[in-house]
């Protein structure tokens, strides 16, 4: 349970509260995996060596574990705030599911969605084109062309091609957890859909910044890799649009260390 991992784990005082909750789940890129509890968790647990395979027995093994974990941590906490779990607030349930439908038909997540798709699609058409810039690539480096550095071409290719596809799906899934929020009241606090629609833009920018790259680097496919760019410059827009405050939502650590 929490407790018990914060009470055993050495320099557990430097984790920041929350850091996990407003990331892009990109632990290998992130430069506060050291104060963040959820990658110390899963560090301690499987190592560098997560099981991810939803085929392996092991993955589900290891989901099973983190949900009782999480029962038990939800049964203390219920426990503490005298909450009776079996107590069920039917009006409430209702509410969120209502809430969990609308976010799901709401036209910002079909556009979010609607690009994990473009993305796919854009692959499956462009494979023999990346076999044609790895023939090229190699056959430049082979020549040694002065004033040509392949290696770094094909370096920056990978680069874009990993931060498209980490964030293909992840922006839909911020954009709907995001619309669950969108008429929370205001309370004076933060606001969770602030929060989730600002990583949702960053992970959009990002993403089209990676475009931009293949853009350039596979002219052939220019019209379609610009109809991606355009669909998720309105993406951007509409969420920056229904969600005002979000780019000033401070996330903990990555915006202002607490």
Known sequence: MADDFLANYPNAENFIPGIYNYCDRWCERCPFTDRCMNYAREKRRWGDNPPRDL???????????????????LANITEELGIDPDDVDEEALAEDE???????QHPLMQAATDYGK????????????FLDKEETLNMLARVNAPGIDPEAE?????????????????????????LMGLD????????????????????TERSMAAWERLLYAFPAREMEALRILAHLQRLRDQTDALFPNARAFVRPGFDELP
């Open 118 to 129: 473009m993305v796919d699609q854009w692959f499956e058409d462009a494979e023999g084109d």
């Open 154 to 178: 094909a370096r920056a290719l990978i680069d874009a091609v990993e931060v498209i596809r980490w964030y293909q799906f992840f922006i839909a899934a911020k954009v709907h957890r995001a």
């Open 184 to 203: 929370d009241p205001d309370d004076g606090f933060p606001k969770d859909g602030d929060g989730s629609a600002k990583i949702a833009l960053i992970a």
């Open 98 to 104: 209502q809430r969990f439908g609308e976010a799901w």
């Open 55 to 73: 085929q392996d027995p092991e993955f589900w093994d290891a989901f099973n574990e983190v949900m009782e974990e999480t029962l038990a941590l």
